[in-house]
């Protein structure tokens, strides 16, 4: 079971795979997706309604996701680099995102993310500082974090209700250069439940490596605990893990 944020409309099935023209998930909808079903292929979701929680289900996580790729028209300028984007920098801000979205279901826009990332002094050359987004959003939504190089230490913060964002060292599994991804969850065989915010259609059929360890739905992907564990190795920290207040 894991937690996520609908970052668009979500199409709805019934448990016997016809589709629900009268139910769907909203963008902002804060959701509980329980484990794939025995038959193999559908997950059930738990999604918010005026009447109460109801269930539907899925069988492709399409819409789970802040996408940097999308933004390629919202600056996210910095010293040396005028012409810089969401889409072209602001991975760490859309990773955020999805890490907020799934631990506190509150739907954050890239605009307001953006802003607090000028404001705190996170974006810098290469990127987003992390640990300087974190503390200063952290204050103003609600969350607080600590950073672990220790994969089972993530795990564990991730059973416990946690989310993590991953700082990759771009060894070619999740990215060819810096990257974070967030982890929202874990599956009942342990693999994590990654939200890539750089994700584009054919990032995990793009090499062997890849199609070997990564199973991709829709805009969620899933890789063991090892995997993302090895695609950190030389970052520090190379886990940013966020739990409520």
Same mark, same amino acid.
């Given at each position: 079971?894991?937690?996520?944020?609908?970052?668009?409309?979500?199409?709805?099935?019934?448990?016997?795979?016809?589709?629900?023209?009268?139910?769907?998930?909203?963008?902002?909808?804060?959701?509980?997706?329980?484990?794939?079903?025995?038959?193999?292929?559908?997950?059930?979701?738990?999604?918010?309604?005026?009447?109460?929680?109801?269930?539907?289900?899925?069988?492709?996580?399409?819409?789970?996701?802040?996408?940097?790729?999308?933004?390629?028209?919202?600056?996210?300028?910095?010293?040396?680099?005028?012409?810089?984007?969401?889409?072209? !920098?602001?991975?760490?801000?859309?990773?955020?995102?999805? *890490? $907020?979205?799934? =631990? +506190?279901?509150?739907?954050?826009? /890239?605009? #307001?993310?953006?802003?607090?990332?000028?404001?705190?002094?996170?974006?810098?050359?290469?990127?987003?500082?992390?640990?300087?987004?974190?503390?200063?959003?952290?204050?103003?939504?609600?969350?607080?974090?600590?950073?672990?190089?220790?994969?089972?230490?993530?795990?564990?913060?991730?059973?416990?209700?946690?989310?993590?964002?991953?700082?990759?060292?771009?060894? !070619?599994?999740?990215?060819?250069?810096?990257?974070?991804? *967030? $982890?929202?969850? =874990? +599956?009942?065989?342990?693999?994590? /439940?990654? #939200?890539?915010?750089?994700?584009?259609?054919?990032?995990?059929?793009?090499?062997?490596?890849?199609?070997?360890?990564?199973?991709?739905?829709?805009?969620?992907?899933?890789?063991?605990?090892?995997?993302?564990?090895?695609?950190?190795?030389?970052?520090?920290?190379?886990?940013?893990?966020?739990?409520?207040?």
């Amino acid at each position: 079971m894991f937690k996520v944020m609908a970052f668009k409309r979500v199409r709805l099935y019934t448990e016997q795979g016809i589709e629900d023209k009268s139910s769907h998930i909203d963008a902002g909808d804060w959701c509980i997706v329980h484990d794939e079903d025995e038959h193999g292929g559908w997950w059930p979701v738990e999604y918010p309604t005026k009447a109460g929680r109801k269930t539907g289900w899925v069988n492709s996580f399409t819409g789970f996701l802040c996408n940097q790729n999308e933004y390629g028209k919202i600056g996210y300028t910095v010293n040396g680099y005028p012409s810089a984007t969401i889409k072209s !920098g602001g991975c760490g801000v859309c990773a955020a995102i999805n *890490a $907020v979205g799934a =631990l +506190l279901g509150k739907m954050v826009s /890239v605009q #307001a993310m953006r802003k607090l990332a000028f404001q705190s002094g996170a974006r810098v050359t290469g990127g987003t500082n992390m640990a300087t987004l974190l503390d200063f959003a952290g204050q103003r939504l609600g969350f607080k974090w600590k950073a672990s190089n220790d994969a089972k230490v993530m795990a564990e913060h991730i059973k416990k209700g946690g989310v993590a964002i991953c700082n990759v060292a771009g060894r !070619g599994m999740f990215s060819t250069g810096g990257h974070y991804v *967030a $982890v929202i969850g =874990l +599956l009942k065989d342990g693999r994590a /439940v990654i #939200a890539d915010s750089g994700l584009y259609p054919t990032k995990y059929r793009a090499s062997a490596q890849r199609k070997a360890n990564v199973e991709q739905r829709g805009d969620l992907v899933f890789a063991e605990i090892k995997i993302v564990d090895a695609d950190c190795i030389g970052r520090n920290p190379r886990y940013y893990l966020l739990e409520k207040k």
